[in-house]
C-alpha cells in the first residue's frame, strides 16, 4: 500500500492499517491518519477510498485547515471506483409495532427532537391539517398587543377541530396581507383560544399576517390522518407514523441526528481549508429547525444559515458527482468567507430549502473598512448540477441562491421543482442602504462598490416547474445586485403562476447593467387566478435585451416589459433582435417616461397574424381600448409616432419559420426573415448539464 492511500468500510477496523486488505470503519479514523501524514508537507496527493455501505454520523464531520491540501498537491476522499458509500446524517430506525389500524409506533429516546423523518429515501412529512394545500386565514388578524397583526391567526370556523391538541404544534404561514407571499416561516403555537378562533404564536411573526393568508398547522397525534406523515410525541419518546403502505418493518427509516452532516471550516479567514476534494459519495439524511424566521434584509438569520454541506473559511474546496439528497435546511451552504469553489456534476435533491446558497455579507455586517474587503463570498464554479424538489420545507426555497457573491460561474445545470425562483441573485437596492457603511458615506456613484452580487454568469441552465407555490418572482430573478451580470443562453419553460402574479426573467427592484441574451423561454402558463406577466421584466437602468426567443407563451401578458417604483430608476433600457412568436404584447410599461428605453428595434414579432400592439401608461399616447391589467392597449402605429419615431422601425411582423414549432423545435430554417435582423442561432445543443464522456 501507498502511504497516500486510505481505505474505509462498514466491515472494517479502526483498529486497522487502513489497507485496501485491512481498511478502516469510521471516516473519523481515516481523517487521523490524513492528518499525520500530512502535517510535514506533501509531495503527492492522499486519497481517502470509501467502499459501499452506509456510514451512519451521530455527529458532523468536521475538517478544518488540518486537513488541507498543501505544497500543490489535494486530499482527496472519493468512493472506490463502481463503489456507493452513503454518508447519513442520522440513524436506522426499527422495531414497529401497530398503533392503530393504520398508524405504527416505535421508542426512541425520552426527550428525543427531530423535525423531519426519512422513509426508503423520501421525505416524511409531519402530520398536518390540511392533509395538503391550505387554511386561509380569517377577517380578523390576532395581535400580540393592540393594533398589532403578527401576533397569530384567526382561523375560521370549522378549520381547526375541538379535538386537536395543539401543544408544542407549529403553524406554517405566509405572512403578508393574503397575497404577498414572498416568504414563509414556521412559527410555534403558543396557546388556542376556541372562543375567538385565535391561534397564538409563542414568538410575533416578521410580518403582519392579514385576511387570506394560506396557513397550515403540524405536529400533533391528532393530525395524523393520512398516509405519508409522522408525529413525534418528545415527552413520551415515541414515534407514531402511517406508512404509505406495508409495514414500516419492510422500509428503511431515517431519523437525523444533525444538521450538518459535512462542515468545512477553516479555523478563521486566514486559516482557511483549501485542496480538499471529495467525490462520489452520497451525503443524506439530515435535519431542520423548530421555528424557521424569514430573512433580515435579505441576509440569512445565523440560526438559519445551515445545510447538508456547509463551508465557511473555505477556498479551493470541490465536490463533484455526488449524491446530496434530503436535506433539513439547504443542500448545499457557501457561508460568507468562501471562494474558488468547484461544485460540479452532483445530483442535489428532496432540499428541505434552497439547493446551493452562496452567502456573503449584508452590506454594513462585518468588521470591515472598506467596501472591496466585505467581498469575501466568490469566484464559484458551480455547473452540471441537477437540483430537483427544493423548498420542502421552506416556501421560498429555489435552486440556487446568490447573496452578496460574485464572479460566479453558474452554467449547464438542471434546475426543477421548486416553489420560488429557480436561481435568485440578491443583494440590496440603493433606497434601502444606510446613510454610510463601514463609516463611508454612501452616495449613488458608489453605492454599488457595496453591492457583491455582480459579474455573475448564469448560462446554459435548463429550469422547469418552478414558482410552484409563491408569487411575485420568476424561473431567474435578480433584486438589489450588483452590475455586469450576464443572463445567456439559458432555456426557461414549462413553468406556471397559479395565483397572483410572476414573471419569466424578472430583474427586480434596483437591477442594473444586465446583459440578457440568446435565452430561450417556452411554454410558461398562468393557471386559477394566477397571471403571468411580463416573460422578461426589467427594472433597473442600462439592461441589454438581446437575441433571446420567447415562444408558445399564448398566457403571458408581454413579451418584454418595464417598470419604475419604490424610487429606484428604470431607464435606458436596450432591446434589439428578439424573437416574439405567440406570447402577447411585444412592449407592457406600467408606467412610462421618454428615458425608458435607450433603443429598440431588429425585433421580429409574430401572432398568428394578430396585429402588433404595446400596452401599460404611455401617457403621450392615445389608447385604443383597455388591456387585460385595466390599463390601455395602443395600436403600432401609436407606438411607432414615439420621439420623431425612434423605435423599431426596422422591427418585422412574419412567421419566423421554426423548424417544427409543434414540437417545439425551435431551430430556425434557413430561409428565416429573422436573419436579415442580425439574428444569432440559440446553442441548444449546449444547454443543460454536460454529460460526462
Same mark, same amino acid.
Given at each position: ?64 485547515? &488540518? ?39 416505535? &421508542? ?28 386561509? !386565514? ?22 381547526? $377541530? ?46 403582519? @399576517? ?94 438559519? &444559515? ?146 457583491? !452580487? ?102 403571458? @401578458? ?61 401617457? $403621450? ?29 426596422? !422591427? ?37 448539464? @454536460?454529460?460526462?464522456?
Amino acid at each position: 500500500m501507498k502511504v497516500s492511500d486510505y481505505y474505509i468500510s462498514p466491515q472494517g477496523n479502526d483498529g486497522n492499517a487502513g489497507s485496501k486488505e485491512q481498511p478502516f470503519m469510521t471516516v473519523a479514523r481515516a481523517q487521523m491518519a490524513v492528518r499525520a501524514s500530512i502535517i510535514d508537507g506533501m509531495t503527492e496527493d492522499r486519497t481517502v477510498y470509501l467502499y459501499s455501505g452506509d456510514y451512519e454520523q451521530r455527529e458532523t464531520l468536521r475538517f478544518d485547515d &488540518r486537513d488541507s491540501g498543501r505544497d500543490g498537491f489535494q486530499v482527496v476522499y472519493r468512493n472506490v471506483s463502481g463503489e456507493k458509500p452513503v454518508l447519513l446524517g442520522g440513524r436506522k430506525i426499527t422495531g414497529w409495532e401497530k398503533h392503530d389500524a393504520a398508524i405504527w409506533k416505535t &421508542r426512541v429516546a425520552a426527550g428525543a427532537s427531530f423535525q423531519t423523518l426519512y422513509a426508503d429515501g423520501e421525505r416524511v412529512n409531519k402530520a398536518r391539517l390540511p392533509v395538503t394545500g391550505y387554511f386561509r !386565514t380569517d377577517e380578523i388578524a390576532v395581535g400580540l398587543e393592540e393594533g398589532a397583526t403578527n401576533g397569530g391567526i384567526r382561523y375560521r370556523n370549522g378549520d381547526i $377541530p375541538e379535538h386537536v391538541d395543539l401543544h408544542h404544534a407549529q403553524a406554517f404561514v405566509w405572512p403578508g396581507e393574503g397575497e404577498w407571499n414572498w416568504i414563509s416561516e414556521t412559527k410555534l403555537i403558543k396557546e388556542i383560544d376556541r372562543e375567538t378562533r385565535s391561534l397564538l404564536f409563542d414568538h410575533p411573526s416578521s410580518w403582519g @399576517i392579514g385576511a387570506g393568508s394560506r396557513y397550515y398547522i403540524q405536529g400533533s397525534l391528532g393530525l395524523l390522518q393520512s398516509p405519508g406523515q409522522f408525529h413525534l410525541d418528545e415527552a413520551e419518546g415515541i414515534l407514531y407514523y402511517w406508512p404509505q403502505s406495508g409495514s414500516p418493518n419492510q422500509q428503511t427509516i431515517t431519523i437525523p441526528s444533525v444538521t450538518r452532516l459535512l462542515e468545512i471550516k477553516g479555523r478563521d479567514k486566514e486559516q482557511r481549508v483549501q485542496s480538499l476534494t471529495f467525490s462520489g459519495l452520497s451525503l443524506m439524511d439530515t435535519d431542520f429547525t423548530r421555528e424557521y424566521r424569514m430573512m433580515n434584509d435579505n441576509d440569512e438569520r445565523e440560526e438559519h &444559515r445551515e445545510g447538508l454541506v456547509y463551508m465557511d473559511n473555505a477556498e479551493a474546496i470541490t465536490l463533484s458527482s455526488c449524491q446530496i439528497t434530503n436535506s433539513g435546511s439547504c443542500g448545499i451552504f457557501l457561508d460568507r468567507y468562501v471562494r474558488d469553489i468547484v461544485i460540479d456534476n452532483n445530483v442535489l435533491e428532496r432540499l428541505g430549502y434552497v439547493g446551493i446558497y452562496a452567502s456573503g455579507f449584508s452590506p454594513g455586517k462585518g468588521e470591515f473598512t472598506t467596501a472591496e474587503a466585505s467581498n469575501t463570498n466568490r469566484g464559484h464554479k458551480i455547473t452540471n448540477n441537477r437540483i430537483v424538489h427544493g423548498g420542502e420545507l421552506v416556501g421560498h426555497g429555489c435552486g440556487i441562491l446568490l447573496f452578496q457573491s460574485g464572479d460566479n460561474d453558474i452554467s449547464h445545470n438542471y434546475i426543477s421543482a421548486m416553489p420560488r425562483y429557480g436561481i435568485s441573485m440578491k443583494g440590496l437596492r440603493y433606497g434601502g442602504m444606510p446613510d454610510s457603511l463601514y463609516g463611508i458615506p454612501v452616495t449613488w456613484d458608489n453605492h454599488w462598490d457595496f453591492l457583491h !452580487t455582480r459579474g455573475n454568469q448564469i448560462a446554459y441552465n435548463d429550469i422547469s416547474q418552478v414558482m410552484t407555490d409563491s408569487q411575485d418572482g420568476g424561473l431567474i430573478e435578480a433584486w438589489g445586485p450588483g452590475r455586469g451580470n450576464i443572463i445567456h443562453s439559458n432555456h426557461l419553460h414549462h413553468s406556471g403562476i397559479h395565483f397572483s402574479f410572476g414573471f419569466g426573467i424578472y430583474l427586480d427592484d434596483a437591477c442594473d447593467d444586465f446583459t440578457v441574451t440568446n435565452n430561450v423561454l417556452n411554454d410558461l402558463y398562468s393557471t386559477g387566478e394566477g397571471k403571468l406577466w411580463m416573460l422578461i421584466f426589467s427594472k433597473g437602468i442600462g439592461n441589454r435585451i438581446y437575441n433571446n426567443l420567447l415562444a408558445n407563451n399564448p398566457q403571458s @401578458i408581454s413579451a418584454i416589459g418595464t417598470q419604475e417604483m419604490v424610487g429606484e430608476a428604470n431607464r435606458e433600457v436596450d432591446i434589439a433582435r428578439n424573437l416574439v412568436y405567440d406570447s402577447g404584447y411585444l412592449y407592457y410599461f406600467v408606467n412610462w417616461d421618454e428615458a425608458r428605453f435607450k433603443a429598440a428595434d431588429h425585433n421580429l414579432y409574430w401572432r398568428k397574424g394578430e396585429p402588433c400592439r404595446v400596452a401599460g401608461e404611455i401617457s $403621450p399616447l392615445t389608447p385604443r381600448g383597455s388591456d387585460i391589467l385595466q390599463r390601455n392597449e395602443y395600436d403600432w402605429a401609436q407606438w411607432r409616432s414615439l420621439q420623431d419615431g425612434k423605435y423599431d422601425s426596422a !422591427t418585422i411582423f412574419a412567421d419566423p419559420l421554426f423548424q417544427d414549432v409543434e414540437a417545439r423545435d425551435y431551430r430556425l430554417q434557413p430561409g428565416s426573415p429573422v436573419y436579415p435582423l442580425g439574428w444569432t442561432d440559440i446553442e441548444f445543443e449546449k444547454i443543460g448539464p @454536460i454529460e460526462d464522456e
